[in-house]
């Protein structure tokens, strides 16, 4: 112990914050809950990458939007390398359908993804159209 100070003004060693000893904790900022559109670019992107089969999909994705999901996933550009989510942003269009595009970025290129999704009676969100549009960026020899 060191004499030269008094043991009251010195904090112990391994204490790194600057609250005083019983305090009360800080609350934290409740996190945003993803939304519907997010949610199902995470799950889309999983199938086109190759993490997870296009049944992953089934419910998620009807007619048309679902046909289009099992004719990319094995072609896709995804499964070639660790794509990453930048961003997804949804417009409402009426209650009950958004309309959604995701930026996925794949290397130096990015890549976006275009869906529509609409809520069924049972309150749950199904996309019913899917685009993938061509890349932007240099190109990768």
């Known amino acids: 112990m060191n004499r030269h100070r008094p043991a009251t003004t010195r904090r112990p060693p391994t204490r ?7 305090a009360r904790p800080r609350p934290r900022a409740p996190r ?5 559109h997010e949610l199902f670019a995470e799950r889309l992107l999983s199938v086109l990458c190759g993490l997870r089969p296009v049944h992953h999909l089934i419910g998620h994705a009807v007619g048309e939007a679902y046909e ?9 550009a995804y499964r070639t390398a660790h794509p990453v989510l ?15 595009c995701a ?18 009676e049972d309150h749950r969100w199904r996309c019913t159209a899917l685009e993938l549009a061509a890349a932007h960026g240099p190109h990768r020899p």
């Open 32 to 36: 945003p809950r993803p939304t519907p």
């Open 68 to 76: 289009r999901a099992v004719t990319l996933a094995p072609v896709a």
């Open 103 to 120: 930026s996925v970025e794949i290397g130096p290129r990015v890549h976006a993804l275009a869906f529509r999704l609409e809520q069924g």
């Open 16 to 22: 790194t914050d600057a609250r005083a000893p019983g």
């Open 86 to 100: 930048r961003g997804c942003r949804g417009v409402p269009l009426r209650r009950g359908v958004v309309e959604a």
